[in-house]
């Protein structure tokens, strides 16, 4: 299983994020978030902090995390297409 260390290393070493400060980056003062998880509006850090994923309709999430029927939608495409 990975660290968290080599998972923020490797975060750091191949993206950069949309809001990502480059210079904060660069010099290696902030400390990546790895988000373990998401229910609804809200994900979850590494570290235990539940927070509202005010970023999530920008990029790709607008619907929440969990969405069971949008799992089962995905799931019957998958087995229409195969």
């Known amino acids: 299983m990975l660290s968290n260390d080599q998972l923020d290393r490797w975060d750091r070493d191949s993206f950069f994020h949309p809001s990502t400060h480059l210079g904060q980056h660069a010099r290696g003062e902030r400390q990546g978030r790895i988000v373990t998880g998401g229910e609804g509006v809200y994900i979850e850090d590494r570290d235990g902090r539940r927070l509202l994923d005010a970023f999530a309709g920008l ?4 619907v929440g995390y969990g969405r069971r029927e949008i799992a089962d939608a995905i799931a019957e495409q998958a087995r229409e297409l195969a």
């Open 59 to 62: 990029y790709c999430v607008n």
